[in-house]
């Protein structure tokens, strides 16, 4: 319809999106008209019970003093998530945007959830959580090779006199055993 724009919101927190309705007197209907997906907006309007059927309540932007306000545009060869379910492989080609697919922020969310109960289970029960070290010059495990971490690029980290980021060679730990033993 002429004159009227439904916008599906999503802040990523739920599978569910809120409508809002976008009416032509509405302030900056003709610029979010133009938008795609994953552009960025801000609605003032009124939240009203929805006439349409799989929602309760929808925004309605009506009247002139109801605005949508563009934040952020989105150039869709840039940014591909369009509105459709995408493959697991499509989506570990663009790592960056995999939180916005529903299968990712769901899998966050229930970790989410894990974790905090884990946590919370311990902490209840006077358990510290204990922060070991990411970098160490120790081989906890003796199980393999470590990952070096040098401020040299690979080749040079191969000779005699590579300059070392701590002073002296530092690995990726394999373990945090030794730190709380």
Known sequence: QKGLA??????GSTFKELQAVVMADSAGFEEVCTQGTGASVRIEGVVVESPAKGQEVEISCSTAEDRVEVIGTV?????PLAKKKH?????????HLRPRANLISATSRVRNALATGTHRFFQDRGFLYVHTPIITTADCEG??????????SPEAEKSADAEEFFGR?????????????
Request: no cysteine; hydrophobic share 45%.
């Open 6 to 11: 439904f916008l599906k919101v999503n802040d």
């Open 75 to 79: 150039d869709s060869k840039v940014y």
């Open 87 to 95: 493959s697991i492989e499509f989506l570990r080609e663009i790592a």
């Open 143 to 152: 199980a393999g090779e470590m990952f070096r971490v040098t401020a040299e």
């Open 169 to 181: 060679p530092a690995y990726l730990t394999v373990s945090g055993q030794l730190a709380v033993e």
